[in-house]
């Protein structure tokens, strides 16, 4: 469905999810200012009917939403610091999607504000499928206001948009789900092991498991057995990438004086893993790590 009013959307990072983000966008007739640093990514979205620019201030200057989408707090901070010290439109209201610190999230918002414009953390979960099928969840921080203001543009890219408080919430959320995802993971990896192990058939055990206490997205959707999921074999989050965001859970977790003892614990299993070089292989290839080890205690 087309919206009524168009707006001019700057769209910084066109990799694996903003690449479809900013092409929804574009179906729901809005008019894309893009840049990524990848002269392919930018390609496909011109083709798409977007503009192009070599500066993200000069695409600032020219949209009323500016959405970013990269890979790290380092990018994100040293994108915004160019777009903030070159200015942009007063009223501009800046959205920054990608999965960074709560505290960066904060100090971005005090840094635009003090420039006249405006900062949403709007993290998203779903993955480069719910990117490309418009059907993200958006956890959004911010003034509730600003939020009203870009809802309707949230709406072109995914289904369920959240509310999380305060700047930095809608960061805070993101990072406590993936904490979990993380370690749903291998504790999936490690019972389905186990039952493998004992004799049981993946396939018949992972019905049990769908239908008892121990389900969970992880066992349902994204088992990591082999033909049991079919996301499973589709999708790829690299171990580097939710090890990324292990990292900032960290951080966070130490900062607010929180005890994570499984977070910790998958944190290290997921570094140990990028040591060896296996750092681009999905996160559920840990189960055919742990089909190759033995028991130590
Ligand atoms: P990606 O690496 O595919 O895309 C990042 C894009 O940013 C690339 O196109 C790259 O060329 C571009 N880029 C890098 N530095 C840049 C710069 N200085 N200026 C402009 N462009 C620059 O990553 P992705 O998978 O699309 O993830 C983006 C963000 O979304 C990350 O923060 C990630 O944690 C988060 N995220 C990813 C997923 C997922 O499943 N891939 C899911 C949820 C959230």
Request: charged letters at 20%; a positive charge.
């Amino acid at each position: 469905m087309l919206q009524r009013n168009a707006s001019q959307i700057g769209f910084i990072g066109l990799g694996n999810m903003g690449g479809h983000m900013a092409s929804n966008l574009i179906k729901f007739g809005h008019k894309l200012h893009v840049y990524d640093i990848s002269n392919k990514a930018c390609k496909d979205l011109e083709t798409k009917g977007a503009v192009v620019y070599s500066k993200t201030s000069d695409l600032a200057k020219n949209s009323e939403f500016v959405f970013s989408m990269l890979p790290n707090n380092s990018v994100v901070d040293a994108s915004y610091d160019e777009i903030i010290s070159y200015g942009f439109n007063k009223p501009t209201i800046f959205i920054d999607s990608s999965t960074i610190s709560p505290k960066l999230a904060k100090s971005l918002q005090k840094r635009i504000s003090s420039k006249g414009g405006r900062f949403l953390d709007a993290p998203v979960s779903g993955g480069v499928p719910g990117a490309e099928q418009a059907t993200l969840t958006f956890m959004v921080g911010g003034f509730e206001n600003d939020f009203k203001t870009v809802e309707r543009i949230l709406q072109c890219m995914g289904k369920r948009i959240i509310y999380c408080g305060s700047h930095g919430m809608g960061q805070a959320a993101k990072l406590c789900n993936n904490m979990m995802l993380a370690i749903s993971m291998l504790g999936v990896s490690e019972t389905m092991n186990l039952a493998v192990r004992q004799g049981l058939s993946p396939k018949v055990f992972a019905e049990i498991l769908n239908s008892s206490t121990g389900r969970c997205w992880t066992s349902e959707f994204y088992n990591p057995v082999p033909g049991i999921s079919p996301l499973t074999q589709t999708n790829k989050v690299p171990i580097s990438l939710i090890n990324k965001d292990l990292e900032l859970v960290a951080n966070v977790a130490r900062s607010v004086n929180s005890p994570i003892p499984m977070g910790l614990l998958t944190h290290k299993i997921y570094s140990s893993l990028i040591s060896q070089g296996l750092g681009g292989r999905d996160f559920s290839d840990v189960y055919d790590l742990m089909e190759k080890e033995n028991f130590s205690y």
